[in-house]
């Protein structure tokens, strides 16, 4: 076992060897651009393309004639959401999502209520999950979008995806999922889910970092997007601009990973997440979790500790990368807009921790992390005078004991 152990696989993942010994040719030996049609160089970068693009499309049971390959997930939110809103404004500019969303999507809906379009926020529950019928019930004859996200990047949580997509299919409105952290984690279909626009990003699934991908729908019905950006007309139109070949190439490499080890991927991260939380929840109190218990991300644990501040806890473990529910401003240290959505007190959502695991982790690492943060934990709530008083009696500590 080497130090550091990486534990943050929901920002960002190690590039699998297998996906880079893929892409290494394409930096050197075949580095034709895949728009240059007229010699080998840059047939065989074209060819190496639309075989990746079949791989991406494969990973979410689509055609690989309805993938856009892009910069990231971000810039699929943006194509997505823009491109829409520019293409189907007739017919009218209502817009539904939920407050948990990833920032491509709430700023990206931001600048479209600055613009003049109306964006409905659906509550979630205290588990994160937006519930089917309030998206109807939102519905109206001017609503030309939900964008609802797959997976949570903070807690985890899955969504009704299927419920959601035959709701908007009845009802004749696009359905949009961002699911850079859920393509890939957990078996995942655009025709049974009966999703139109699906954002997806390489890094997320052992991939390069600066490629992605959009699902776009060709049929039943055919979604039509205006590009956001110009020049060159490639990629049916939707996105100009040179394509990342070695990146593509990656991409479709690490989709192919995932879909066929997909079975043996779950079974890993899940056990290991499980036999973490069950180290910690023996040796550790006032512990909360975050997100759904069970709908959740296979490598997902996000906990609260009470009575421990987030950013002390991570100081105590330097050696281990994790994440915090915390962001640094430049004036402020703001709890995280997810745990707040889902009613996380304050004082609970800055000491709370988001464990990611994935692929290349071990148990032996588990064991690692877990003897730390007990030791972390117990050692700054030594120094809480809340702490103390909790354990005294006094004043009151919310607890709750939940399996992933």
Known sequence: MKLPIYMDNHATTRVDPRVLERMLPFFSDDFGNAASRNHPFGWKAEAAVEAAREEVGQLIGASGREIVFTSGATESDNLAILGVAEFYQSKGSHFITQPTEHKAVLDTLKVLERRGASVTYLPVDRTGLVRPEAVEAALTDKTVLVTIMAANNEVGTLQPLAEIGAICRKKGVLFHTDAAQGAGKFDFDVEAMNVDLVSLSAHKLYGPKGVGALYVRRKNPRVRLSPTMHGGGHERGMRSGTLNV???????????????????????????????????????????????????????????????????????????????????????????????????????????????????????????????????????????????????????????????
């Open 246 to 404: 070695p990146g593509i190439v990656g991409f479709g490499e690490a989709a192919r990973i995932c879909r066929e080890e997909l079975a043996h991927e779950i079974a890993h991260t899940q056990a290991l997440r499980e036999r973490l939380y069950a180290t910690l929840t023996k040796e550790l109190t006032h512990l909360t979790l975050n997100g759904h218990p069970t709908l959740r991300l296979p490598g997902n644990l996000n906990l609260s500790f009470a009575f421990v501040e987030g950013e002390a806890l991570m100081m105590a473990m330097k050696d281990i990368a994790v994440s915090s529910g915390s962001a640094c401003t430049s004036a402020s240290l703001e709890p995280s807009y997810v745990l707040r959505a889902l009613g996380v007190p304050e004082e609970l959502a800055h000491s709370s921790i988001r464990f990611g695991i994935g692929r290349f982790n071990t148990e032996a690492e588990v064991d690692y992390v877990a003897s730390k943060v007990i030791t972390g934990v117990k050692k700054l709530r030594a120094m809480s005078p809340l702490y103390e008083m909790a354990q005294e009696g006094v004043g009151s500590a919310s607890a709750s004991f939940q399996a992933p």
